[in-house]
């Protein structure tokens, strides 16, 4: 985890154009672009807040700033699992607030060549094509490359903002 860490704080901000933080949830590979990512940490402690989404587990206290955590399993209607040593929460940057992401692992940095990336198939439920910013190709395998700003709606942010303070 610290030398994924290491990556992006070496990774200079010009050249992190294609570059995404991959991390498993159950049997799918996921990316999100590195610009986003502030720090991976261990699963810790969490303290839930009352009347907030399933899917919002609760907030922690990172070094004094109150961080509200997303599991994305939950986010993604996939099973609850018991979180385990290599469960991490990935410390993202979004619309003017930090949020966590509890993901199943986190892999590496990844860099994705922009003509690799092709847009997520037109399903008419719309449910992956709402958080899918991509499909990324590298080599055989596929990587979900999701859109943080679509993470959440503009009314969970600011219910999070409020419940943050």
């Known amino acids: ?32 672009e590195i610009c986003y990512v502030t720090e991976i940490i261990g699963i810790q402690e969490i303290t839930e807040v009352p009347e907030l989404p399933d899917y919002i587990r609760g907030i922690i206290n990172l070094r004094g700033k109150i961080i509200p955590v997303m599991d994305v399993r939950l986010r993604f209607r996939k099973p609850r699992r018991p979180y385990n040593d290599r469960t991490c929460i990935i410390v993202i940057d979004i619309k003017d607030i930090s949020i ?37 190709k590298n080599g055989d395998n596929i990587k979900l490359l999701l859109d943080c700003d679509k993470l959440l709606k503009e009314e969970e942010i600011e219910e999070l903002h409020q419940s943050s303070l």
């Open 1 to 32: 985890m610290a030398e994924l860490l290491e990556q992006i704080i070496e990774t200079e901000e010009d050249t992190q154009k294609g570059r995404f933080l991959t991390f498993m949830v159950g049997n799918e590979e996921y990316g999100i």
């Open 100 to 136: 966590g992401l509890i993901v199943d692992y986190v892999c590496e940095v990844l860099a994705i060549d922009e003509e690799n990336i092709v847009s997520p198939p037109n399903m008419k439920t719309g449910f992956y094509n709402r958080y899918l910013k991509g499909i990324g």
